[in-house]
């Protein structure tokens, strides 16, 4: 059986780059992870947009150390890191980052009323 990822940073960000909701193992990371957002966001579609494979669905960046999950939200404006070390199964890190996104997403719809 496979064990949870370890779960390093979530954070929603809005599309201006500022910090809607975090939660992270060390704190101070968030303000910066939530500035190149709209960034990675952008460079992502240019990428798509470039071999005519819109829309954007997600990125997933992985290196030796671990694996950084990154989706537009659907159902507000905003975007979704979540950061894992060690090694990760993408698949389960996708689930994870679902069930992030449906619980956030309830809570900044009422909040942007």
Known sequence: MRKQPQI???VVAS???????YKARTKGAEQQ???????LGDAGE?????????PLGEIVLIGSEGTAYFARMKSVPAFLLVGAKGQVNVGLLRIIAADIETEAS???QQILR
Not at 15 to 21: M, N, R, S, T, W
């Open 8 to 10: 390093q940073h979530i």
């Open 15 to 21: 599309e201006q780059g500022l910090v809607i909701a």
């Open 33 to 39: 992870l939530a500035a190149v957002s709209p960034v």
């Open 46 to 54: 240019a990428v798509f947009n470039a071999l005519s494979l819109t």
């Open 106 to 108: 309830g809570v900044i």
